[in-house]
């Protein structure tokens, strides 16, 4: 099946330095009942870089557990060792999930030869459906359209999720696209536009709240009612810069755990939380 509609890029809540699994099982349950197409456990809104292995396979498995076939499941799983992360997928494999989000390699900075060899690696290795997730401001490596265009004749590289941060790039693949493939975007701000544009929806950190906003706007695009999206876009829009005024997922963590969705807002070191002036801000503005 395609995918489309919002998605929740999960943040992975913690309490007393482990994995809070009650608040875990409360944000699913929450996300699930909203409308949501989609979770996407163990990306970079869930901490992945901090996460230990023992901890990842725990929270996959609850995931899915949780889960119970309620929505699509696709995990976070990306790094600079192809060989290495051939050999997670095995991990992931044991557990009834759709896919992977999988980024593009980060420091290595491969050329587009290395890009499209890695995927191509990743996707004979495995019957899972793969999303790349494309965002160069954090990989220091684009993968370019020409590139997306071979990597999506692949059996089971379905989508992207595209934080090129180039709107012409972007325009340029959703006007131009390749059959059969989802474009979503990541970047939150982008999401009517990409929308307009004939996307496919987005994976969305920001959805963590007014989620069924996020969700109305999609369907009155998808239905034609460009101008009554607008106006409900209006009204979220100048939420999400506030939410990534501070490295992702400070804020939004501060926001569920005032709104009750989570017991704390602590996060793994390098990140630390928001500072008091965007506390103020946000307590302006959160709502679920």
């Known amino acids: 099946m395609k995918i489309?509609?919002?998605?929740?890029?999960?943040i992975t809540p913690f309490k007393n330095g482990k994995?809070?699994?009650k608040s875990y099982e409360k944000m699913i349950n929450h996300y699930i009942e909203q409308g949501v197409n989609g979770i996407i456990p163990l990306a970079t809104t869930g901490e992945s870089p901090t996460i230990l292995a023992k901890e990842y396979e725990e929270v996959l498995a609850k995931t899915v557990e949780y889960v119970n076939n309620g929505v699509s499941v696709y995990v976070g799983l990306g790094g600079n060792d192809t060989s290495e992360l051939i050999k997670k997928l095995k991990v992931v494999e044991r557990y009834n999930v759709n896919?992977?989000?999988?980024?593009?390699?980060y420091y290595s900075r491969p050329n587009q030869r290395g890009l499209y060899e890695h995927f191509r690696c990743i996707s004979e290795a495995t019957d899972l459906d793969i999303i790349i997730y494309n965002i160069p401001y954090r990989t220091g490596t684009n993968v370019e359209n020409e590139t997306?265009?071979?990597?999506?004749?692949?059996?089971n590289i379905v989508g992207v999720k595209d934080c090129s941060g180039d709107m012409k790039q972007t325009?340029?693949?959703l006007l131009n696209r390749p059959k059969d493939f989802s474009i979503l975007t990541g970047e939150d701000a982008y999401f009517y536009t990409t929308l307009v544009l004939g996307g496919d929806g987005g994976i969305l950190g920001s959805a963590h709240l007014r989620t069924k906003e996020f969700i109305?706007?999609?369907d009155l695009i998808k239905r034609n009612n460009?101008?009554?999206a607008l106006k409900k876009w209006q009204s979220l829009y100048n939420m999400i810069p506030l939410l990534f005024s501070e490295p992702n997922p400070t804020p939004l963590k501060y926001c569920l755990n005032k709104l009750?969705?989570?017991d704390s807002d602590e996060v793994r070191l390098p990140l630390v939380n928001i500072t008091a002036e965007l506390e103020k801000r946000l307590d302006s503005i959160i709502r679920l």
């Open 19 to 21: 994995i809070d699994l």
């Open 216 to 218: 109305q706007i999609y």
């Open 99 to 105: 896919g992977i989000l999988s980024v593009a390699p």
């Open 148 to 155: 997306m265009h071979r990597l999506a004749e692949l059996k």
């Open 226 to 228: 460009h101008q009554a």
């Open 4 to 10: 489309e509609g919002v998605l929740v890029p999960l």
């Open 260 to 262: 009750g969705l989570i």
């Open 171 to 173: 325009t340029d693949l």
